[in-house]
């Protein structure tokens, strides 16, 4: 068995994965999501220390299953520095405690194996990964190749969603509130533009469509200032600009990659927190449906980050015999292929 870590952000888990069976026994997580709500967005140093005490409750829970471990994988990028080195450091010791091999995962990795805790792995696989930190269009071969194919060059997918909620004073994190919100909400009032829309270029950017927002809710405060109604709006105008935004840049690279048998050549799946939006499903089910394509993602709670797809990937790094050195392991925000 593998026992894995995950704290590279505001949720503290701990999974226990069998290395044959590929089977996960057990996961427990821990969100943060309260301490941080007041202040609309993740305080590293709060998460930190939050970490250190979830940490050890966690290892209460999975100590049984000591004997049975072969190895402990800990996320190690991308992610907050202060908040991966809590984990990283509990598994170092770990690691010494139990004579164990440490395996290094990437967070963004783990996203991706997230479709194969509970499914078969099925590759080769075109991946949207749609999280706080990351919005990105991956060709997966397999575990050892994969390539970006494009990235945001500002804010993430569901950063634009918590920086929405922020703006109106909505709380953390802003998707899943943005999303309640705008079932309320007429998403015709306001007319924001798609972003990059009548660029050929496939790239993702979000920071317009937020200054945007920002501009009109200021319209609105000078108006007659902002009522329940009102927010409920901008919600709906904004998820929809957001995903519509998505769907152009994906339907782009379909259009490109479709050979001269108009055929995809690989399997589409979505992961990533954002990844729970059921709007963001719905038109991805409807672009699957143009382009001939079925579509897979997470169940819902291993959408959001969790250490059972740490464990499901660190499987893959143990067969490939990827061990990491105790004294050099390190951590890093960016993200290492
Ligand atoms: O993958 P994740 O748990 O953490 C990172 O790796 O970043 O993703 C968290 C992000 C947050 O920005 C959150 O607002 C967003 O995913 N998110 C959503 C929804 N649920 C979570 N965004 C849009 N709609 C949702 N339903
Ligand atoms: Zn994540």
Do not use: W
Not at 54 to 71: D, G, H, T
Not at 113 to 124: C, T, V
Not at 293 to 309: E, G, V
């Amino acid at each position: 068995m593998i026992l894995s870590i995950e704290t590279s952000c505001d949720d503290t888990s701990m999974a226990v994965t069998d290395i044959k069976k590929l089977k996960l026994l057990l996961n427990c997580k821990k969100t943060q999501e309260a301490f941080h709500s007041p202040h609309g967005g993740v305080v590293p140093e709060l998460a930190s220390r939050l970490h250190l005490d979830a940490l050890c409750q966690q290892l209460e829970m999975v100590k049984p299953f000591f004997v049975q471990l072969k190895a402990i994988a800990v996320t190690t990028n991308p992610g907050l520095s202060i908040t991966l080195l809590e984990g990283l450091n509990c598994a170092k010791a770990l690691c010494v405690a139990l004579k164990l091999p440490l395996i290094e995962v990437n967070h963004l990795k783990g996203h991706i194996y997230s479709l194969f805790i509970e499914k078969k792995a099925r590759m080769p696989l075109t991946v949207l990964l749609i999280s706080g930190g990351h919005t990105m269009l991956l060709e997966v071969q397999n575990f050892t190749d994969i390539h970006i194919v494009v990235t945001s060059y500002d804010d993430s997918f569901g950063e634009s969603f918590d920086k929405v909620a922020k703006m109106l004073g909505l709380g953390y994190p802003g998707g899943p509130i943005v999303e309640r919100l705008a079932t309320h909400g007429d998403k015709n009032r306001f007319n924001f533009p798609v972003p990059l829309q009548n660029s050929g270029k496939i790239e993702f950017s979000y920071s317009g469509l937020k200054s945007a927002i920002r501009v009109q809710i200021e319209t609105l405060k000078k108006q007659s200032g902002l009522k329940e109604q009102d927010k409920k709006d901008l919600c709906a105008c904004f998820q929809k600009v957001a995903i519509r935004h998505l769907t152009l840049k994906c339907k782009q690279y379909f259009n490109k990659q479709l050979g001269a048998n108009k055929v995809l050549k690989s399997h589409f799946a979505i992961v990533g927190g954002a990844s729970a939006n059921m709007k963001v499903r719905e038109a991805f089910e409807k672009l699957g449906e143009d382009f001939g394509f079925s579509m897979s993602y997470a169940s819902l709670p291993f959408c959001s980050d969790n250490a059972a797809m740490i464990g499901r990937a660190a499987v893959e790094q143990f067969r490939l015999g990827k061990f990491a050195s105790l004294h050099k392991s390190t951590v890093a925000t960016k993200a290492i292929f």
